[in-house]
């Protein structure tokens, strides 16, 4: 079992950034454990944001913040990191972290393959 919280977001304008992060307990080992970012606005479905493997070696990025978002962890720390630049109006989210065991580079965007979720840090970019 993996417990996950997030902490970083809040109200920024449009151009700003943040540093998202996900701290990691429990028993099982975090540096086994592959790491992603979703992401939920009001009335949309939930959205792959960005992914890390167990070592950070390979990361994963949605099109739409390729470029602008960077996705890290320090395993020494059992955290995993949302760098957020140039923010948009429409990063205005939700934003979760979850954890997954089962992961492949071909399944890393599909959060039904994640299994630890955190509770999520609102982000909101005005324009």
């Known amino acids: 079992q993996v417990q996950l919280v997030e902490s970083g977001g809040g109200l920024v304008q449009a151009g700003g950034s943040l540093r998202l992060s996900c701290a990691a307990s429990?028993?099982?080992?975090?540096?086994?454990?592959?790491m992603g970012w979703f992401r939920q606005a009001p009335g949309k479905e939930r959205e792959f944001v960005a992914a890390i493997g167990e070592s950070g070696g390979i990361t994963y990025y949605a099109d739409s913040v390729k470029g602008r978002f960077t996705i890290f962890r320090d395993n020494a720390k059992n955290t995993v990191y949302l760098q957020v630049n140039r923010l948009k109006p429409e990063d205005t989210a939700v934003y979760y972290c979850a954890g997954s065991r089962r992961v492949s580079s071909g399944t890393y965007y599909r959060f039904r393959d994640y299994d630890y979720w955190g509770q999520g840090t609102q982000v909101t970019v005005s324009s």
């Open positions: 429990g028993r099982t080992a975090f540096s086994s454990v592959a």
